[in-house]
C-alpha cells in the first residue's frame, strides 16, 4: 500500500492492524526516513500498538503488533545509516520482528540490488506465511 495513502486519508491504521507483516521501504533523505513513512508512523503509532512514557518516549512493548515480522529496504545517493536507524527505532519501540537482512542500495538500483529485494520480499512472504499457517491449526 502506497505510503501516501495514509496522508490522503485511502489508508488508516486498521489497514496496519489487519496486516499479518509489514516490508517497509524509504529513500534516505538528509540522514531519514522519508517523510511519507515517518508520517504512516507518526498518525498511527499509538492505534497500532505503541505507547509513549510520561516522558514522551517510547514504553515499553506489550502492543497489539508486537512480535509480527517485518523487512525493509532503503534507497540513499551516499549514506543510509540514518534512515535505517529511525526505522528500526520505531519498529523496535512497536516491537516488530525484523524477518530478514535489511536491503541498503546506494546510488542506481541494478540488477543484483532487484535480486536481492525480490528474496527480501519472498522470505517476509514466507515468514507470514508460515506463522498464519501455524495460528490457523
Do not use: C
Not at 496496519?16 to 515517518?38: Q, R, V
Not at 526505522?87 to 523496535?92: D, E, K, L, N, T
Amino acid at each position: 500500500m502506497p505510503r501516501l495513502d495514509f496522508a490522503t486519508g485511502s489508508a488508516t491504521a486498521d489497514d496496519i492492524l489487519g496486516a499479518d507483516g509489514y516490508l517497509l521501504g524509504t529513500t534516505a533523505n538528509f540522514g531519514y526516513m522519508s517523510g511519507a513513512l515517518k508520517h504512516v508512523f507518526d498518525s498511527t503509532f499509538l492505534a497500532i500498538g505503541g505507547s509513549l512514557a510520561p516522558d514522551g518516549s517510547a514504553a515499553p512493548v506489550g502492543g497489539s503488533t508486537t512480535g509480527r515480522p517485518f523487512g525493509l529496504y532503503v534507497h540513499g545517493r551516499y549514506d543510509t545509516t540514518g534512515a535505517v536507524r529511525s526505522v528500526m527505532s520505531v519498529a523496535g519501540a512497536l516491537g516488530w520482528r525484523q524477518a530478514f537482512d535489511i536491503l541498503e542500495v546506494m546510488g542506481n538500483v541494478e540488477e543484483d540490488a532487484l535480486a536481492r529485494a525480490y528474496e527480501l520480499g519472498a522470505t517476509l512472504a514466507a515468514v507470514v506465511g508460515d506463522l498464519t499457517q501455524r495460528q490457523a491449526t
